[in-house]
């Protein structure tokens, strides 16, 4: 992926800073974190970046397609590297967030293409509901 990146920078004039590694490896390493948890991350290696460099970087990265986010509920977006492709599932009970692939979500993209002409990127969604042991835990309290 580096290389990938830095030719990808190359090609718009610009170069692979330091800070931009930095986040790119704190990106990889958290999985799906948000601009706060990947700041403090990199702060442990580099104490002076601060949390506009981390948030102009990610705007950057995913511009050029390396990362994506996600919203999984009211608070900050999480960022991933563009590899994750998958649906988030995500219960508004626990916060417990379970991922499932994107494929599930196929049928739904075909009917909403049909029907309105939109595009589904199944990827960007996360789906809010009840995982199952807050279900299951439901059944049990009304038994």
Known sequence: MD???RQTLHRRGLRMTPQRQLVLDAVSELG???PEAICTKVQEIAPAVNITTIYRTLDLL???GIVRHT???HGAPTYATGEHEHV???????????EVDAGLLDDLAE???TRTGFALDPTHVAL???CSRCESSDSEAEV
């Open 3 to 5: 290389t990938e990146l």
């Open 32 to 34: 799906h974190a948000t």
């Open 62 to 64: 995913e511009q050029l």
């Open 71 to 73: 919203h999984l509920g």
């Open 88 to 98: 988030h599932l995500v219960c508004h009970r626990c916060g417990t967030v379970d």
């Open 111 to 113: 009917v909403l293409a």
């Open 128 to 130: 809010s509901g009840l």
